[in-house]
């Protein structure tokens, strides 16, 4: 006889009963959609989760459209529905999806659930036939399998084993009834036809040896163990439980214990399955995790510590970072420890309490879906399946839900309705006490006790790290023979590093893979937008494409964040508050409003700060995304006009005092912009800017980026355009740029910029460009006429610049005596040239010097004096960007180390020389690190590569290094090639170094 109060029955074939308890007919195809929304009665079922329901959430079944699919079965449902006598508001539209407007008492399987508590609670208090009784009714509810017509898809599955299990836990819990009260030969043959048909089910055999025993049967009970015995050992390699083992030895004794009914006990017990049951119930809209959740263990860490902490924590972060998939990793943690802590009571005596649990449930609101505008509070109330009473308001009926216990609430997606969203969580914040708030949101709530977790890119470390590890699990899901080797994880990482470590840009980018090769989609990302569209289709709209989460950041900002926004897009490598108000303010925003729309956007992940530097920047792909806008809006030329003046300004104003560490550190900040702005000067034919902004940089490149500097020059010049001043400096400029390593180029453009200067009557800058020349004379040449030219330049520039020229005379009348082997009189005078560019201020060209100075120590063999120079040469330079300085004082601490024959950690400087001078492009460097490798190579033997080492110094250094250094080097390459069996090439390097001693 059905249950007449029960309208919905899914504890078998899906019914709808009518009011005199007869099934109506119900369309096979929507017999699904109605299971899925009578399970989550009172509460919105979001589309996507019945889509998971009716097709699968793989996505192979899936129709083309699946939101038309779904609306034509809710119609079919809602027709059905009506012809059973209902009511048109029994089943509503309510973002994000679908309610069955119902009382949980309306559905079998609540029902069902419900009794089985009360039974619980009836056996726990000793009411032995008021629980058989409530049993009785719960099963007497069941007509079948559960969700019999309700298809296959991971939710019918996983709902249906659920609800099974509580089933056959109801009916053991009958057994142990009908055990108590002597019924044990009236269960025997019903226990037996479960053992058969669950073999390894350890409560059934005990049930079973029980009544089995009880009944006289000893030796069937004991059989029955052996027979689990077996089994367990066969199919598992386990043994039964302890438990099951004492009650085997008490039947071959005969001496079964009667259980003791302790009632504070039974009652904790009691209490504890209802917990259970309510865990259950509250914490099954927890998405499963179907994928791997990589590189976020940190994060979830923190925000469990800071969940301890504080009763509000939001997960910050710009879209597609992952905060949804983090907090709901978060909300699985808690919900693990629940159910560990919920089994440690049922299992623990009196008093032994077990670890309380940082939330007694969790609880989950989405809020994607909710258009701007709607209530909140009624979102938040369908979505955790709160029916508030008649003349109660919505949220009234929250805050009364979350009162008791500790539950944790996850809010997903707040940014769009962010102020109403923060409004009802402070309230509920302040009236529940036991409550948290775990939120997700581009842009935090901002209310009183909030704490921000900020959701940064996953890491990407030397060709490996938690953000490669991502792109190659999503890349086997579509390919599974999909494998990292050497070449293939460089590239990945690159992939990796230019989307910013972007999860969902990456998981994108992986998807690829199915088609395209790693090294094709590295390519592609130029145009990363129509790239990276592969997302799944059951996922939201918003995180299908790359474009589309950009799209759904960018159309909740006001205009005049929009603009300021796509403005920033020009400035390359971050920038300061003060430039953006120089560059963006035009055109509706005004200058004084700049720095609080900048801040709205650091509030709202879509600008990066960097507190220890004061500046700011975007995320590659955001940066993409508002220069598309940019142009989009036609302001591109304008604002790098704009952008290519405030350069202008910023290397006139600065350029000239770069020796300064602070005013040099300030422009290398600004590197990447000056390097925007040079190429926007070239396009755009603005070539004074470009000159005056080149030539007010040159010596600034000199003392970090030389190549830079020489590829901003050249394409100046190769313009054609400038005045003959502006070319002349540039060309001057890339002969400085050149002199530790001249080329015939290099050196052609010094002269020729010398020509035009003397031309002009530019007396200052001719004597600079002489000194540029007399660099060339510490690899050879007419020694004499290089200390005339330098003399004449010591005479014409006198000290101006606070005597840094006369600073940099010395210098190269160091560089002279060192190239001609006067190692003391170098020594004198690179001490001289240190004191000069102290008193100027300049102490990145002082740890050249030093090294210098190092250098001419050693060769006049005060080598402990040389080391201690050098070490405080690498002490300087280090930490200043200044690659060429760093690169040059390690290999010759490396060298003067391997001279003492302290060769403990020379291979490590040398591998960091090595690096540097490849970062640096310094070819001087890299030589001396190659020649040290061989030093240590043949120190330890191997002759072979100390040749192959020397090769690579020699080919790298050619003549760009002192005559007496490479003497040596050519007289070291003999030596080891005779080592090595090379006899021919040892006579070569020996007449080599002969002809550079002569």
Known sequence: MPNTAVTFAILGPTEVRGADGSAAALPPSVRALLARLALSCGRV?????????????????????????????????????????????????????????????????????????RAREETAAGNAAAALSRLDEALGLWRGPALADAGRTTWATTESARLEELRLGAVEDRFELLLESGGHNEAVADIERLVARHPLRERLHRLLMLALYRGGRQAEALAAYQALRRGLAGELGIDPSPELQALAEAILRQQIPSPPRE?????????????TQTQTQHSDRLPRRLTSVIGRRDDVATALERLAESQVVTLTGPGGMGKTTLAFEIARRVNETVNETVNATVNATVNEAPDES???????????????????ADAFAAELGVLPDQGVTSADAVEEHLRDGRPLLVVDNCEHVVDEAAALVERLAAACPGLRVLATSREALAIPGEIQVAVGPLGVTDNDGPAVRLFVERARAV?????????????????????????????????????????????????????LTAGPRTGEARHRTLRATLDWSHDLLPEAERRLLRRLAVFRGGWTPSAAEEVCAFDGVGRGEVLDLLFRLVDRSLVVPEPATGRFRLLVTVRDYAWARLEEAGEAGNCRD??????????????????????????????????AAVDHAVDSGDLDSGFRLGCALVMFWNYGVRYEGTRALTALLETGGGSPTARARALQGIGLLH?????????????KSLAIFEETGDVRNAAISRLVMSWAGQYGGDAEHYRAMIERSRRELGDSDDGWWLGMTEYLEALLALRLGDFDDAVVRWRCALDLARTAGDRIIGSAILAHLGIALRESGRHEDA???????????????????????LVHTAHTRLDLDESDDVSALLAEAREVARRARNPRCQAWAAWGRARTARARGDAALAVRECRDALALLKEGEFPWARARLWSFLAGCAAAAGLPDEAGRARETAAALTE
């Open 642 to 675: 704009r952008h290519l003046a405030y350069c202008v300004r910023l290397a006139e104003e600065h350029g000239s005092r770069v020796r300064d560490l602070a005013v040099y550190t300030k422009l290398y900040d600004e590197h990447d912009n000056f390097r």
């Open 45 to 117: 079922v979001p589309v996507d989760g019945l889509t998971d329901a009716l097709w699968g959430d793989e996505g192979d079944d899936l129709p083309a459209d699946a939101a038309n699919a779904l609306q034509i079965r809710v119609s079919k449902l809602r027709r059905a529905l009506a012809a059973a006598g209902f009511g048109a508001d029994v089943l509503v539209t309510q973002a994000p999806g679908y309610r069955l407007a119902v009382s949980p008492d309306a559905v079998d399987a609540h029902v069902f659930e419900r009794l089985l508590v």
């Open 479 to 531: 390919r599974p023979s999909f494998t990292l080797d050497d070449e293939t994880a460089r590239v990945v990482a690159s992939i990796c590093r230019r989307l910013d470590g972007m999860p969902l840009a990456i998981e994108l980018a992986a998807a690829r893979v199915k088609a395209l090769s790693p090294a094709d989609i590295e390519a592609r990302l130029a145009d990363r937008f129509s790239l």
């Open 263 to 275: 009632q504070p006990q039974a009652q904790a017990r009691a209490q504890a399955q209802t917990q």
């Open 739 to 751: 002199v530790y390593y001249p080329t015939p180029q290099s050196v052609a453009a010094t002269e």
């Open 867 to 889: 080391l201690a120079v050098l070490r405080e040469a690498v002490d300087e330079v280090r930490g200043r960007n200044s690659l060429h300085g760093l690169a040059f004082a």
């Open 358 to 376: 940082p939330a007694d449930r969790v609880l989950l609101v989405r809020l994607a879906a909710l258009e701007p505008g709607t209530d909140v």
